[in-house]
């Protein structure tokens, strides 16, 4: 989702510093890849650990996503400048949303549900696969859904 700024519009002039979508893309794949091998392998610590990777950079900002912080430093300087930049709030949301399913999951294996754990954290998996590889995010689009509903205006 680029972000298109309105030089007259009061809430653009508020909107946070748009992003490389790249990072959220990077964070999304390590994401997947890492609750798919700890299925396969039933690594189940791998469920909070990720949720606390999730949560730093969500509620934190990149500088503290460890994913996030990783791309900027390692990957970003190696690539060509992005074509586009993105509004941060739609992943950041998105990201929440992980957290609080891989939340949920280590509860689930906390109380003896593993199969509940797996599906949850594999939920996650598979929609953080899509946005990594086709860029489909569903946390942010249902973020700009919500955000329209209350009246904040959003990039298109």
């Not at 990072?23 to 650990?49: E, K, S």
């Not at 730093?56 to 996030?68: M, W």
């Not at 998996?125 to 489909?136: D, F, N, P, S, Y």
């Not at 859904?145 to 009246?151: P, Q």
């Amino acid at each position: 989702m680029a972000v298109h700024v309105d030089s007259q519009s009061s809430s653009a002039r508020s909107a946070p510093k748009p992003i490389d979508p790249r990072g959220p893309r990077t964070n999304q794949a390590v994401l997947t890849v890492a609750l798919v091998a700890g299925f396969v392998l039933d690594w189940r610590a791998v469920v909070p650990i990720f949720a606390v990777v999730l949560l730093l950079g969500a509620a934190l900002g990149p500088r503290y996503g460890p994913v996030l912080r990783l791309y900027a430093a390692v990957i970003r300087p190696r690539l060509k400048p992005p074509g586009e930049l993105e509004d941060p709030r739609p992943p950041r949301f998105a990201a929440s949303v992980g957290v609080v399913f891989l939340a949920a999951a280590s509860v689930a294996f906390l109380a003896g549900i593993p199969v509940l754990a797996w599906i949850l954290a594999l939920v996650v998996a598979a929609l953080a696969a899509l946005a990594a590889v086709t860029g489909i995010c569903v946390g942010c689009e249902i973020y700009l859904v919500l955000a329209r509903l209350r009246g904040v205006e959003v990039p298109r």
